[in-house]
């Protein structure tokens, strides 16, 4: 099955720099990759998604890229806020199941 | 994601005791998903649902049972065979239609035993 790994597992970042987490998955078939964001005791929101027919989508300071070739995708998120604190979570999936989840990043921005 | 609801938001088990963990969602989707968070943990899928009457084991499903008998719900049932059921779990649902749709959380039952 599907597996996927997300580094780091941990990142802080002064306020209004930026932030990038990545994820490689290890099923050449998976399509869809979605990211979400959990705060402390809440669901997780979706932020961002890509289908693999694109290679970057981008939604205000929040960008996702994917090289199908490399099997990894990549979260970017500009001029970070405090209220980007959370952990994040990637997932992948072939469409014939459910997501698989990395194993998420906790973000910590510094004001 | 504010169709899909999710009860009691914290539940108390006894050992050797069932508990069922109820997922409602009323945005007519097909799909529906139970997935278990340790503290610090990721995501793992314990049961998921593509179709009335049918369902599918994910990664972790020893311990846990699930009916999917209504479109609309999903319960889940944490059996006295699982025996470090202390966690957050999680319902989701999604549309489908030969790809992978956004899934969308239910707000969680924390379960904790006494």
């Known amino acids: 099955g599907e597996n996927v790994e997300q580094h780091p597992s941990t990142l802080s970042v002064q306020e209004g720099d930026s932030a990038v987490i990545k994820c490689t998955y290890s099923?050449?078939?998976?399509?869809?990759f979605p990211w979400y964001k959990q705060e402390l005791g809440k669901r997780p929101q979706l932020i961002i998604d890509i289908r693999s027919n694109v290679g970057e989508k981008k939604d205000q300071r929040i960008a996702v890229t994917l090289n199908k070739t490399a099997k990894h995708f990549s979260l970017h998120i500009t001029e970070t806020q405090p209220e980007d604190s959370a952990v994040y979570f990637c997932a992948g999936s072939t469409g014939r199941r459910a997501l698989t989840f990395g194993s998420g990043t906790r973000l910590q921005v510094q004001p | 994601d504010g169709g899909i609801t999710q009860s009691p938001k914290y539940l108390f088990r006894k050992e050797g005791q069932n508990v069922t963990l109820s997922c409602e969602q009323n945005l007519n989707h097909d799909a529906m998903y139970w997935y278990r968070q340790d503290p610090g943990q990721g995501l793992r899928l314990i049961y998921y649902s593509q179709i009335v009457n049918d369902f599918q084991k994910g990664d972790i499903a020893e311990g846990y049972s699930v009916s999917r008998e209504k479109k609309e719900s999903f319960p889940l049932t944490v059996t006295s065979a699982q025996k470090n059921p202390t966690a957050f779990y999680l319902c989701?649902?999604?549309?489908?239609?030969?790809?992978?749709?956004?899934?969308?959380f239910g707000p969680g039952t924390r379960l904790l035993v006494l």
């Open positions: 989701a649902s999604s549309t489908i239609g030969g790809r992978q749709e956004t899934q969308y």
């Open positions: 099923d050449s078939a998976s399509n869809y």
